[in-house]
């Protein structure tokens, strides 16, 4: 079940808010909804979750009582092992038992394909960072079992994230939430979210899908920037579109959980792109992996190979891959670069050259992210730059390119930067009221009421478009 599908908008989401509503037992409520939600799409797999919960719920108690410094990071080691070796076996044991009977005689390894689990690279850090809380002392450790397994089972965040940490909403969970929900702000936010996916990003993923799909030597270059530009747009608004539906559904359950997108493509350098980009992964890094590391504290050597782990993970954590991992270490060698002298002449740049640059490389490095080997991505970024490949349309493309598509592809472009907030400024619409909280979290003061027949007929013309379409997953879901 995704969150833009007719059955959860028109079944399972109302019939869960009526009950959550109703009941006086929220925590409760939000947990069994939570636990029918992940069952509908994983059924058995909701076991192996299960069993997570309750060993690092205990785990985290009997590591919250250990007084002596070395017993106690023992005891966080051995929990984040079982941790990760439990999302080891599920996503990366076929990539390493491949590889290993690729330099081994005989091929002595059997194939190993266990079927992803949903959410599991998101549930995984979500219960690490929880651990490394408690073992830093900077969360008290979680007591009641249910409001500990709801915070990780939450519907909203457990398939596709954002990653929320349990200090984000560890009040929240304790408060009377009958009294905190902020309805509106949920359905402004889930509307706007349910837009992004479905009038942009599920509009263009088709001439993206046909530009990727064809082969090196049917690809002239204007099909490839056009299909790398489809999916520059297609993976932003997909998973932005996610992120403000997650973040709209917690608004609605009394939740406030962290922005994970701040317009990345009008950064002004890569290292820019990732405050701006998948924020909570980012800052998950830079907490739990970076400054552990010794962050820039060690000198220039140790700086370097402290960025190189953090994007070496980074590019792992999206897939068992050799792509994903050059895509990591492709971002990482930008962010050396930048940091050790390039990223001052992007200051003294103009706004417009600094930002061209910025979403070239990010471009580019969205064919790594996209194309299944690196031979292909190598292929592609040949077209990319055969000056005998331009063409006023380019054939190839023809077939892929129709009115939903340009229309998707405009849009895209402009609302991919703050149009519709400056829109919203300059027609004097008025501001959410927030609370310090809410600011400090989700950044407000740019965020405005939007009419209400705007919202509507987003929300009509979105439906009209599930209707008329098959099963659209999120791209992170594989992730």
């Known amino acids: 079940m995704v969150f ?26 939000l947990l069994a909804g939570s636990a029918v939600f992940y069952t509908w799409g994983e059924g058995p797999y909701v076991f192996l979750l299960l069993g997570l ?37 599920f996503k990366y044991a076929g990539f390493v038992a491949a590889n290993l009977n690729g330099l081994l005689p005989g091929d002595p390894l ?17 219960l690490i960072s929880y651990l490394f809380d408690v073992h830093r002392r900077q969360v008290e450790v979680e007591r009641d079992l249910t409001r500990f397994a709801a915070y990780i089972l939450m519907f909203p965040h457990l398939i596709a994230g954002p990653i929320v940490r349990f200090a984000h909403i560890r009040d929240e969970l304790h408060a009377d939430r009958r009294k905190t929900g902020r309805t509106g702000l949920g359905i402004q936010y889930f509307i706007v979210g349910l ?66 997108f701040d317009y990345p493509y009008m950064a002004r350098s890569v290292t820019e792109f990732w405050r701006r980009w998948h924020i909570s992964l980012s800052s998950w890094f830079r907490d739990y992996v970076y400054i552990p590391l010794g962050g820039n504290r060690g000198g220039r050597w140790k700086t370097v190979r402290n ?107 402009v609302f991919a930067y703050p149009a519709l907030p400056w829109a919203m400024k300059r027609l004097g619409a008025p501001r ?22 705007l919202l509507i007929a987003g929300l009509v013309l979105s439906v009209a478009f599930l209707a008329g379409s098959s099963l659209n997953p999120f791209l992170y879901f594989r992730f």
């Open 307 to 413: 960025l190189l782990v953090v994007f070496l993970l980074t590019g792992f954590w999206h897939g068992a891959a050799w792509n994903f991992v050059v895509w990591g270490l492709f971002h990482g060698g930008f962010l050396l670069v930048e940091r050790f002298g390039v990223g001052r002449l992007l200051e003294r740049l103009p706004r417009v050259v600094a930002t061209a640059y910025t979403l070239l490389a990010v471009m580019a490095g969205w064919v790594l992210f996209r194309d299944e080997s690196l031979s292909q991505a190598l292929g592609y970024w040949r077209a990319l730059v055969d000056p005998t490949g331009f063409t006023v349309l380019p054939l190839a493309t023809q077939v892929a390119l129709d009115n939903q598509v340009l229309a998707a592809l405009a849009l895209g472009c």
């Open 53 to 89: 919960i309750g060993l690092n719920y205990l785990g985290a108690r009997w590591l919250d009582g250990l007084a002596e410094p070395g017993r106690r990071r023992l005891a966080l080691g051995g929990l984040i092992a079982i941790d990760l070796s439990v999302l080891g076996w």
């Open 110 to 126: 059997p194939a190993i394909d266990p079927r992803l689990p949903l959410g599991i690279s998101f549930f995984t850090f979500q």
């Open 432 to 453: 959410l009221e927030a609370s310090t909280t809410l600011e400090a979290r989700l950044d407000t003061q740019g965020v405005h009421v939007l009419a209400t027949p």
């Open 195 to 260: 837009c992004q996916k479905v009038l942009i990003a599920n509009s263009v993923a088709p001439l993206a899908d046909h530009a990727f799909g064809l082969s090196p030597g049917a690809l002239d270059a204007g099909t490839a920037w056009l299909g790398m530009l489809a999916y520059t747009l297609q993976i932003y608004f997909d998973f932005c579109g996610y992120s403000n539906m997650a973040i709209g559904l917690a608004f609605m359950l009394g939740f406030t959980f962290p922005k994970n």
């Open 4 to 29: 833009s599908s007719v059955i959860f908008i028109f079944y399972f989401l109302p019939l869960f808010l009526l009950g959550y509503y109703l009941s006086g037992w929220r925590t409760g409520a």
